[in-house]
């Protein structure tokens, strides 16, 4: 079982739609999470932090259920902007080091 | 907020010759550095972690001796691929863990490598 999984995708929604993401992780003693967005070709970048008391940004909702061990992303109201790969990180103290794990991304692709 | 740079951001290169690649934050002191590779349409591969002032933790799969990592400094980590190979052309990123804020990573804008 991978250490972090992610519904591959791709998510096609029409603009102004609701989208929920999932990301599950395997270890219990993972201490930080992230949802990053990515678009192609470029560097990842932090869309927000994950707290156990769940957050919100804007549009942006990002929920964490450690007794199940799940984040979750959700976007309302979808932009074409919104159209990228989204992320699931994890950290946890590993050894004596942080392990950084990716999850290997959900495609989301918003069209008119 | 924070800043990472990276350099080169792309470079060309025949095959057998080595690369650096160097991975800076620029307002804040990174303990750890993580060195990625991402080949097209596929997710961030986690090469190795980086520690400042230790070996780097290479994950499997990983060859330490044609992948060498230094992080000599809190502010600089790089990455040499040695003898490069057309099958080492990937897209390198780094990025670092940043304890002034709160955990979270910072990415260099990358740096797409092609060996000819």
């Known amino acids: 079982r991978k250490e972090v999984e992610q519904d591959p995708g791709p998510f096609n929604v029409p603009e102004g739609a609701t989208v929920a993401f999932n990301c599950t992780y395997s270890?219990?003693?993972?201490?930080?999470f992230f949802w990053y967005r990515q678009d192609c070709r470029k560097e990842p970048k932090l869309l927000m932090s994950?707290?156990?008391s769940g957050n919100e940004d804007g549009r942006f909702t990002a929920q964490l259920n450690r007794a199940s061990q799940y984040i979750s992303l959700l976007i309302r109201d979808s932009k074409l902007s919104d159209s990228a790969t989204y992320l699931c990180?994890?950290?946890?103290?590993?050894?004596?080091?942080?392990?950084?794990?990716f999850g290997a991304g959900t495609r989301l692709a918003v069209h008119p | 907020g924070a800043v990472v740079s990276q350099h080169p951001s792309w470079v060309i290169c025949k095959s057998g010759t080595s690369v650096k690649i160097e991975c800076r934050s620029l307002?804040?002191?990174?303990?750890?550095m993580f060195w990625y590779r991402q080949f097209p349409k596929q997710s961030l591969m986690l090469m190795a972690t980086?520690?400042?002032?230790?070996?780097?933790?290479?994950e499997q799969g990983v060859e330490k001796d044609k992948f060498l990592i230094n992080h000599a400094s809190l502010t600089l980590s790089t990455l040499t691929v040695t003898s490069a190979h057309p099958e080492d052309s990937s897209f390198y990123i780094c990025?670092?863990?940043?304890?002034?804020?709160?955990?979270?990573?910072?990415f260099g804008e990358g740096s797409r490598l092609t060996v000819l």
């Open positions: 990025s670092a863990l940043s304890d002034r804020y709160t955990g979270e990573l910072f």
């Open positions: 270890n219990s003693a993972s201490q930080s």
């Open positions: 994950v707290y156990s």
């Open positions: 990180v994890v950290i946890l103290l590993s050894g004596g080091y942080n392990k950084l794990i």
């Open positions: 307002d804040f002191q990174a303990t750890t």
């Open positions: 980086s520690n400042e002032g230790s070996k780097a933790t290479y």
